[in-house]
């Protein structure tokens, strides 16, 4: 598995930002479970100098408003040019940070909160802790280090713990013309599926897994029982091995499990440290809905209109 040791001339910078705010008390300054940081201009003409910082909870984006509740139980619409930036938040209790996509995407919010900070001078003060503390995760995983579901691990020992699950890995797989050695279902988006196999990740149609036979079908499905019924197969019918087990367990290992969402007329999007999925109200995953009580209420209500 290609894995990354993060981009020090990010990290540098970032750590940087940190010092020349001052000495920064992370056990005092928590980041949220969820929401994030919204800047809001004082007009649509006014200058970023006055831009004021809010952290939110939640929001819903509809066209070009979106409605931000934040953590008093108040509400507020906004639209550009009065809505200048969001920033989210990354949940460092339910991460995963494995690969480099994940790391990218958390490079990606930090390099977008140094921006903001520099832009808008009075978010600079909401801005320090999410920016030192992803100062601080990017240099532990220059140590050597990775997150797996809000834990740190030693690369190593991710690597060990991921072999030993090699065993429910199918061998070999034709899929699309393509050959494809151990692979195991990782992800999956709309009716895309993410693979992991020796030669990284690729990301193939749903369409033409469902076309392999049943055999190399329920083989694959194994590998991952989360995600079987995808292929046809319920987990509890595979007769998974504890390796399958294991591998389930860290079957996000090259994406978040946390998320915040908008939602866009019809779709519902799902945002992600190393990506962005998007569904139809009607097709929301129901693992997606459970993980999130805000999420499933604004669906329901969104539906309803």
């Known amino acids: 598995m290609k894995i990354r040791r993060c ?13 020349s705010f001052g000495s920064l008390n992370l056990s005092a300054a928590p ?29 819903e984006t509809f066209g070009m408003t979106s409605t931000f509740t934040f953590a008093d139980g108040s509400s507020k619409q906004l639209q550009p040019p009065i809505l200048r930036r969001m920033v989210p938040y990354p949940s460092y209790g339910q991460l995963t940070l494995v690969s480099d996509e994940d790391w990218q995407g958390l490079e990606k919010i930090g390099a977008e909160a140094q921006d903001t900070a520099k832009r808008y001078p009075k978010a600079t003060a909401l ?4 920016i030192g503390q992803i100062a601080s995760a990017l240099e532990k995983h220059r140590q050597g280090n990775v997150v797996i579901a809000g834990r740190w691990m030693p690369l190593q020992e991710y690597q060990r713990q991921h072999a030993s699950a090699k065993a429910d890995y199918v061998p070999l797989l034709e899929i699309a013309g393509k050959i494809y050695k151990n692979v195991r279902m990782s992800a999956v988006k709309d009716q895309e599926i993410k693979l992991m196999h020796d030669g990284g990740f690729s990301t193939v149609q749903l369409d033409e897994l469902k076309k392999l036979p049943d055999a190399q079908r329920k083989a694959l ?4 029982p989360r995600m079987a019924p995808l292929l046809g197969f319920k987990a509890d019918e595979l007769g998974a091995s504890a390796g399958s087990m294991a591998a389930a367990a860290v079957n996000d290992a090259n994406r978040p499990t946390t998320f915040s969402f908008s939602i866009s007329g019809n779709n519902v999007i799902i945002n992600r440290i190393g990506g962005q999925e998007t569904y139809a109200l009607d097709k929301v995953p129901q693992e997606l809905l459970n993980a999130n009580v805000d999420l499933a209420r604004a669906v329901k209500a969104a539906a309803g209109r």
Request: hydrophobic content about 50%; glycine content about 12%.
């Open 7 to 19: 981009c020090r001339s990010i990290g540098a910078a970032l750590a940087a930002v940190v010092l």
């Open 31 to 59: 980041i949220p479970a969820k929401g994030g940081i919204v800047v809001i201009g004082s007009s649509a003409s006014g200058g970023d100098e006055f831009a004021t910082a809010h952290e939110y909870v939640s929001v």
């Open 127 to 130: 801005m320090q802790p999410l």
């Open 221 to 224: 499905a194994k590998t991952n």
